[in-house]
């Protein structure tokens, strides 16, 4: 799977639970340091993506390209998965 996605954009979508809102962020799968980055450009720090959520990822259909910033990839994650650390690197 490392390789499917290395290179290519990924919309990581995070929600509270039982929340509506929905928040994007977009970057570049990189790998680097034996870790996968979601690499967010040079105004943002990279996200560390769990190996446990490699599973997870989904390709975009050609019609949500649009509403998701024209990524390659989907991962949808809960607030609840990620650490305050995560969540303070996201926002």
């Given at each position: 799977?490392?390789?499917?996605?290395?290179?290519?954009?990924?919309?990581?979508?995070t929600h509270k639970a039982g929340a509506d809102a929905v928040q994007l962020h977009t970057g570049i799968v990189a790998f680097t340091q034996c870790e996968l980055l979601l690499d967010r450009g040079l105004q943002k720090p990279p996200f560390r993506l769990r190996w446990k959520w490699m599973s997870?990822?989904?390709?975009?259909?050609?019609?949500?390209?649009?509403?998701?910033?024209?990524?390659?990839?989907?991962?949808?994650?809960?607030?609840?998965?990620?650490?305050?650390?995560?969540?303070?690197i996201l926002n």
């Open positions: 799977m490392q390789g499917d996605i290395y290179g290519r954009k990924l919309a990581l979508l997870r990822i989904e390709s975009v259909a050609s019609d949500q390209k649009d509403r998701l910033d024209d990524a390659d990839l989907l991962l949808s994650l809960s607030d609840a998965e990620l650490s305050e650390q995560e969540l303070s």
